[in-house]
């Protein structure tokens, strides 16, 4: 069987939850790479793939990182984040955003999200600062932790915009800076314009799950022009001489390289197709599930437009039948991959001493959500197939 036939037969006995689909310019642009011997990081596929996210998103500036977690860590480096102070960072996320604020020794404060769009929730930020921090000489406490308070980390989740106006303006009157994750929500926009566009800093991942992928890569953007020379100076080892081998700071090996450059520009691409593919697969769900007594469907804001990057249910036990976890081993034995909630942060190991601030919301779906496939390729017939065991597995 031909590698092609073969994949095609994998999936058509398995129905992953995310995967790439490499059917544009990829093999192209890669042979390029070999044929001209441009395999680094020096290779002008990455100054390409740069200008095209910045371009995408509405930014001056962009810079490739390894992953979308090198990029997170060099955007705290480089605002000055120090070891000690707190960043907010939603309760409810992938872990790598949290894990960055402690590599600089830093400490991620858990906020809520909101039980409609899964996002940080900005009135709960509003009552944490207003109520739990001091501000004095432009300085914002934790009058718990006695931390300085340094950041907002929102993380766009599932393919939905954060509500950002609140935020800035918070943001604004406390002097916090701003990092936007946009490593799930490429293409989302928040009135109107990308998510990506507002913080200080925003930062893409182009991970083999992501709807654009890269095989692994992140890209760090901003409008600042100190930021970003900051940014490549750090993430290439902080080479102070072009020749001579002077280090003033420690630097980090952080950047992509020519040949995953080259399949994330294909990837880009294809970008505006994948769009469209995920909002038809997200509207075939909502059709069909709406009416399945016990499960709820995923919202969109009026403000917002979700790139539905992850169709994310919750499960109601004593409505559908079986709980989340329950319905996951009923999906997995049709060979169906889906996917719960992160665990709370607060609640991990990993984060022992951290502040959390009335986390509610994000314990109650974590027991409740479960991600559906939503790869951009997945087939009329793969999503009947999943349609057809919730909706065959509610209780009658
Ligand atoms: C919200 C979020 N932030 C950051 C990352 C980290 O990106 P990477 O895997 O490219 O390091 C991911 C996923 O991978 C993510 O889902």
């Avoid at 072009?242 to 691409?269: K, S, T, W």
């Amino acid at each position: 069987m031909k590698a092609k036939d073969l994949k095609t037969a994998q999936l058509n006995s398995f129905i992953p939850l995310s995967v790439p689909d490499i059917s544009g310019n990829e093999w192209k642009y890669v042979k390029e790479c070999l044929d001209t011997g441009w395999v680094s990081s020096a290779g002008p596929f990455v100054r390409k793939f740069e200008q095209c996210s910045a371009d995408y998103i509405g930014r001056k500036y962009a810079v490739a990182c390894s992953s979308g977690t090198a990029a997170l860590h060099t955007a705290l480096l480089v605002l000055g984040i120090q070891p000690d102070e707190e960043v907010i960072v939603p309760d409810l996320t992938f872990v790598a955003p949290a894990f960055a604020v402690r590599y600089i020794g830093a400490w991620p404060l858990f906020m809520d999200v909101d039980e409609k769009y899964f996002q940080l929730d900005p009135q709960k930020l509003k009552d944490f600062l207003s109520k739990q921090c001091s501000f004095k000489r432009g300085q914002c406490i934790n009058r718990k932790t006695k931390r300085r308070i340094r950041a907002i980390l929102p993380v766009h989740l599932l393919g939905h915009p954060v509500e950002m106006d609140p935020i800035l303006d918070l943001a604004k009157k406390y002097g916090l800076k701003i990092i936007e994750d946009v490593a799930e929500s490429l293409g989302a926009e928040y009135k109107r314009k990308k998510a990506g566009a507002f913080g200080d800093i925003a930062v893409l991942s182009f991970n083999g799950n992501k709807i654009i992928t890269c095989g692994g890569g992140g890209m760090l953007l901003t409008d600042s022009k100190k930021f970003a020379q900051k940014a490549s100076y750090l993430t290439t080892q902080a080479k102070d001489h072009p020749i001579e081998f002077v280090h003033n700071h420690i630097g980090y090996n952080y950047r992509l390289n020519n040949l995953q450059a080259a399949i994330g520009l294909a990837q880009f691409e294809q970008l505006a197709n994948y769009l469209k593919k995920k909002n038809n697969i997200a509207n075939d769900y909502a059709d069909s599930l709406k009416s399945v007594q016990g499960l709820s469907l995923p919202q969109q804001a009026s403000w917002a437009k979700s790139i539905w990057w992850l169709y994310t249910i919750l499960v109601d036990r004593k409505e559908y039948g079986i709980n989340s976890r329950s319905l996951m081993k009923v999906l997995e034995s049709y060979n169906i991959q889906a996917r719960p909630f992160w665990h709370p942060l607060h609640s991990l190991k990993a984060f022992k001493g951290c502040d959390a601030y009335k986390i509610e919301k994000s314990l109650q779906l974590y027991q409740s959500g479960l991600s559906l496939p939503s790869s951009v390729g997945l087939t009329k017939a793969q999503q009947a197939k999943v349609i057809q065991v919730l909706q065959d597995n509610v209780k009658t």
